[in-house]
């Protein structure tokens, strides 16, 4: 089992910045694909981003150019660096992993973060 927890949300100004973090403890392996889904209100969930163990990424059209995933094995976490944030951005992200990239991307992840919430007010 991997229990995953996330942190760093809160409440910013359109064009403001949050970093969110998620900590990996368990069964951990440095190897699992590691991302980011969000759900906003009334909205179904959605990939925001991926890392696989190697480094490479995956984005979401809407956040490219605006957020940054990294990942640091030796301590099992992954960040999500967020930048010019947008009203649209408010919802709850979840940090998600599992051994395939293309499992996280799919939503299909096996182990999920409880999630924190992220407000962006205009």
């Known amino acids: 089992q991997v229990q995953l927890v996330e942190s760093g949300g809160g409440s910013v100004q359109a064009g403001g910045s949050l970093r969110l973090s998620c900590a990996a403890s368990g069964r951990t392996s440095s190897n699992y694909a590691m991302g980011w889904f969000r759900q906003a209100p009334g909205k179904e969930r959605e990939f925001v981003a991926a890392?696989?163990?190697?480094?490479?990424?995956d984005y979401t059209d809407s956040v490219k150019g605006r957020f940054t995933i990294s990942r640091d094995n030796a301590k099992s976490t992954v960040n999500l660096q967020m930048n010019s944030l947008k009203p649209e951005d408010t919802a709850v992200y979840s940090c998600?992993?599992?051994?395939?990239?293309?499992?996280?991307?799919?939503?299909?992840?096996?182990?999920w973060g409880k999630g924190t919430l992220v407000n962006v007010s205009s």
């Open positions: 998600v992993a599992d051994r395939l990239r293309a499992t996280v991307v799919s939503g299909k992840a096996g182990y």
């Open positions: 890392i696989t163990w190697l480094g490479s990424t």
